[in-house]
């Protein structure tokens, strides 16, 4: 698909360092993003005491408010500043510790276990390190990967997933000649080739 000069481009984990490091985090929703509560039903489908996966997770709320019905939700996150807010916001207690697999990867879970965060590249991860989930909430993950990443990140996230899994994803739709990214324009034509 042509998506213009957003083709090439390469956003470094510097880069997303950075943006937290400054405070440059536009993409976090303080209120969590409106299109979870609408669709929050087909993630859960009925289902209780899930696992949840939230790749490239920030310090989103939502994690938060599925670990309150009963879920347990892993994340990953490669700013640890991130991290260590989502659980100083939320007052939440933690403990650090690291992750023998992935090299300087840490996890953050916090003392009820019900939430783990992984503090290392999303790629680093594997169902042998995080297990697999019901469900995702993929809210700009797809769309901050770098274009020549997706199909990589695709095929994590399908061996991530359960067999009955749901997978939330939230795309942006733009004229990607106007717009270098992140958020990435990734077309739906695309999404289907990625996922199926």
């Known amino acids: 698909s042509d998506v213009g000069p957003q083709r090439e481009r ?51 709320v939502e994690m938060k408010w599925l670990a309150d019905m009963g879920h347990n939700v892993v994340g990953v996150e490669v700013s640890e500043q991130a991290l260590k807010e989502f659980f ?32 290392c590249s999303i790629y680093d991860l594997s169902s042998s390190i995080v297990g697999k989930f019901d469900g995702v909430w993929d809210r700009g993950a797809l769309v901050a990967v770098n274009p020549r990443d997706r199909q990589r990140y695709a095929s994590l996230m399908i061996n991530l997933m359960e067999k009955n899994s749901s997978y939330l994803l939230v795309t942006v739709s733009y004229d990607p000649n106007k717009h270098k990214g992140p958020p990435f324009y990734v077309p739906e034509s695309e999404v289907k080739s990625l996922f199926g």
């Not at 300087?104 to 503090?119: A, D, E, R, V």
């Open 88 to 119: 100083s916001e939320h007052s939440l207690p933690y403990c650090e510790e690291p992750v023998p697999e992935i090299s300087g990867g840490k996890m953050f879970q916090s003392t009820s276990g019900n939430i783990s965060l992984y503090c």
């Open 10 to 60: 390469v956003v470094t984990e510097e880069e997303w360092l950075q943006k937290w490091e400054t405070g440059n985090i536009r993409f976090h929703k303080e209120q969590g993003h409106p299109l979870f509560q609408k669709h929050l039903d087909v993630l859960l489908n009925g289902r209780s005491g899930l696992r949840i996966f939230f790749p490239l997770c920030g310090k989103a």
